[in-house]
């Protein structure tokens, strides 16, 4: 029997010909990830271990993302632990602020992380990278802490579903989020629970590389243990130049075994907003009624990159943003925010009436530059509503894509593109 591309990966990086689902494995890690809020305890239980060197200074990436710029005293010591184990370890990847980025937007366009590898990450995003073909897992900070030590990881493989989405009748303004919103509405949050989830068909193979890093970024949302994609001519066009480090493509044998297949197709897919406090709530923008809203963000590790940007700058562009929102944009990686600088987006979010963040991952959990009071209601492009995720419990929160942030934005109430176009 064949095996999936999650499979082949788990099997190579174990020293292995073949694994199978269910078997308990170590495996070489390629790149272990730590942020301000993760590293620190990873570090501490690094430390319990009492050996004096990382497996491999240069495969280890400590990016300052969530509290930064410093909000407090607290986060300020935090990134401090970080900053100084980086230092002493002579860490080759770690990023200050002012030459960082948001984590899961910064690492891809460093080339840090490849096709064909196996990441790990203290974030539970860190799935995102399965958009380049690799196995990329979240996993705890003492796990993180270990690999950091060892540079192996224990895992059960996962069995796989397949998500097939199928056609070329691309609805105006649907993006790589409204997919993942799509999907995760039809299977539920907990309906890929400790499997990889595999994404292909005619729609998947036409989203450029910043809608897969959406797709991928937003597995953990159903539950999974890793999201993928398999490499194909745009994965090669965009890691060619960038990689850091040989790497391997693989893909999915025909004869690979799925726990489950579904299928969509994409003529069926709207702009999609999942209502509180579910990414499974998600509906169709036209059929989300007059609801009010306080506050937009656009951004984050799920939609942070500069089609996104883009994307809400076509919609904002000669608007105005309503006398009752705020709206907040903050670019994925310095980078990023200089081609929005080059571009022009800068100047239409300002003039719309926006306020422009350097990067951070701050509102998405509800820390800074951006905090709900209660009762306030947000749209924005993060990757979750849960209930408090980004300030008050008895605030709202509802996931959208850019356009639909952006035109919302403008309408002080969920709306789509096409009602301010």
Request: glycine content about 10%.
């Amino acid at each position: 029997m064949g095996m999936t591309i999650t499979e082949k990966i788990l099997a190579a990086h174990a020293g292995r010909d073949r694994v199978s689902p269910g078997e308990l494995i170590e495996a070489r890690v390629d790149l272990a990830l730590g942020n301000d809020i993760t590293a620190p305890i990873a570090i501490a239980e690094f430390e319990k271990i009492g050996v004096k060197e990382v497996f491999d200074r240069h495969r280890i990436a400590l990016v300052p993302d969530h509290f930064t710029p410093n909000k407090d005293i607290r986060s300020a010591e935090q990134v401090k632990t970080m900053r100084q184990f980086a230092q002493r370890h002579e860490i080759t990847h770690y990023f200050e602020v002012g030459r960082m980025g948001i984590e899961h937007c910064l690492l891809p366009q460093e080339g840090l992380v490849l096709p064909g590898e196996l990441i790990i990450g203290a974030d539970s995003h860190t799935c995102t990278y399965g958009a380049l073909g690799a196995f990329a897992t979240g996993v705890g900070s003492t796990d993180l802490g270990a690999a950091m030590a060892t540079g192996e990881i224990w895992l059960r493989v996962p069995e796989t579903i397949k998500i097939v989405i199928r056609g070329t009748g691309w609805k105006r303004w649907v993006s790589g989020k409204d997919l993942i919103l799509y999907v995760i509405g039809k299977i539920g949050v907990d309906g890929a629970l400790y499997r990889a989830l595999e994404f292909t068909g005619e729609a998947v193979e036409a989203l450029s590389m910043e809608g897969r890093l959406t797709m991928a970024n937003m597995a953990i949302e159903a539950g999974a243990k890793n999201g993928i994609f398999a490499p194909d001519d745009k994965t090669e066009a965009y890691v060619k130049e960038r990689a850091r480090r040989p790497y391997r493509l693989y893909c999915s044998d025909e004869g690979a075994r799925y726990s489950e297949v579904y299928e969509f197709d994409v003529g069926d897919i709207e702009p999609q907003v999942a209502f509180p406090h579910l990414p499974e709530n998600a509906r169709p923008v036209g059929e989300a009624g007059a609801v009010q809203i306080d506050q937009a963000v656009i951004g984050s590790c799920t939609n942070g990159r500069i089609e996104d940007l883009r994307a809400a700058a076509a919609v904002l562009k000669n608007k105005k943003v309503h006398p009752g929102v705020r709206l907040i944009v903050i670019p994925g990686t310095q980078e990023i925010y200089l081609q929005a600088l080059k571009e022009g987006l800068v100047e239409i979010f300002i003039e719309a009436g926006a306020a422009v963040s350097t990067p951070t991952c701050g509102p998405c959990l509800g820390g800074h530059m951006g905090v709900l009071a209660r009762g306030e209601r947000a749209v924005s492009t993060t990757n979750r509503n849960f209930a408090g995720r980004m300030g008050h419990p008895q605030s709202e929160i509802y996931l959208s894509g850019p356009a639909v942030a952006a035109a919302s934005a403008i309408s002080g109430r969920l709306a789509g593109p096409e009602e301010v176009l």
